[in-house]
């Protein structure tokens, strides 16, 4: 690498970091009321503009969108199977296991989304539900899971985490399903350094929700239902409330920094995934030929201090841990050969071009 690079690292991803006098102020107001959690008026704030700005109407602030994807199963008291990607964090799976059984159903070969072709053959009668990931911030084909989930009387999760942004036939896309879930990890187009929220089509499910992330409190002595600790406190809230001040500068720097790679790679006669839909361009996933050349291509940019990711691997039906063995051989197969690249909001162009150059001499 030139000299420019030599000592710098640019990791797979990085957290936009706000002006930190903007951040310190809020603390400093959170501090003098001297409420930290238990939905103070940050949280509150925090709510009411996402509302506004994701145009959702029943949103919840949770702690991750780990809980998030488990407040929803438990509020939808859903039993038995759940139809799954296995193209996904493994928090997608992990919280299916807490209680129930996923049945892994395999993907898209373009899109990395669950493939409703091959959704219906995976029904049963302990069938009840489906929970799709939108892959990478890009939208599954839920119009088809909508029409499956309708058909046999499913319900419908969506995990949404990589989604701030993205909309679908002109709404956004947490709009849809019975419960769509989105985290706020510090990772993510927009944070909160830890976070998520959850976003209910039903309003008795909204209102189970709310009970629930509290403990199920209905007063400070009484208990209405099952719940959890899954309140956001206020440090991380304010986090969120400075961040929303320049999440449209955050969300045009990264279509421009997308737009550049995919410019760049075509100019080198390079193929790259061809995404039909808009989405939030949250990721930049790139093939490669097989897993040797992937590995390949990792240790040669470890050597520059580029560390680009695998993300996802490995497909989540092979797992040890999971009780039942799905074959999803497209899954398999692309985890197995598939990098994201470096993408976050101070990251170069010249940054940029210089991985792709690499790239091209690699591949």
């Known amino acids: 690498m030139s000299d420019q690079y030599s000592k710098k690292i640019i990791s797979a991803t990085k957290p936009f970091i706000p002006p930190i006098s903007e951040y310190q102020q809020k603390v400093s107001e ?176 909204y209102e189970r929700m709310k009970l629930m992330r509290n403990f199920g409190h209905t007063s400070p002595t009484t208990f209405s239902e099952i719940g959890i600790n899954a309140k956001m406190n206020e440090l991380t809230a304010a986090m969120g409330l400075v961040n929303l001040h320049y999440i449209d500068e955050i969300r045009k720097q990264r279509k421009y920094q997308w737009d550049l790679y995919k410019k760049l790679l075509f100019e080198r006669g390079i193929y790259t995934t061809d995404f039909k839909l808009d989405f939030n361009k949250a990721y930049f996933p790139f093939i490669l030929d097989s897993e040797e050349q992937l590995l390949s291509v990792l240790k040669k940019f470890e050597e520059e201090n580029i560390h680009l990711r695998r993300y996802f691997y490995p497909s989540l039906n092979e797992l040890t841990f999971i009780p039942l063995n799905d074959s999803c051989p497209i899954a398999e197969d692309i985890s197995k050969r598939v990098i994201c690249l470096p993408l976050y909001h101070d990251l170069k162009d010249e940054e940029i071009s210089f991985i792709v150059n690499k790239l091209a001499e690699l591949c």
Not at 121 to 133: E, F, G, V
Request: hydrophobic share 40%; aromatic share 10%; proline share 3%.
């Open 30 to 205: 959170i501090l003098n009321r001297g409420w930290l959690t238990n939905q103070g008026p940050c949280v509150e704030e925090l709510e009411d503009k996402l509302k506004d700005y994701l145009k959702v109407e029943n949103l919840l602030l949770v702690t991750n969108g780990t809980i998030a994807i488990q407040l929803a199963i438990k509020a939808l008291d859903l039993m038995g199977e759940v139809i799954t990607t296995p193209y996904s964090y493994v928090a997608t799976t992990s919280s299916l296991l807490w209680e129930n059984c996923p049945r892994f159903c395999d993907i898209d070969k373009d899109t990395f989304n669950i493939d409703p072709t091959k959704t219906e053959n995976l029904i049963t009668d302990k069938t009840t539900a489906i929970l799709a990931t939108n892959v990478y911030g890009y939208p599954c084909d839920i119009k088809a899971i909508e029409n499956i989930a309708s058909k046999y009387d499913l319900k419908i999760i969506f995990d949404s985490a990589h989604c701030f942004g993205t909309n679908y036939e002109n709404k956004n896309i947490l709009n849809f399903g019975d419960v769509s879930t989105i985290s706020f990890h510090a990772t993510k187009l927009f944070h909160t350094v830890e976070g998520g929220a959850v976003v209910c089509r039903d309003k008795a499910i």
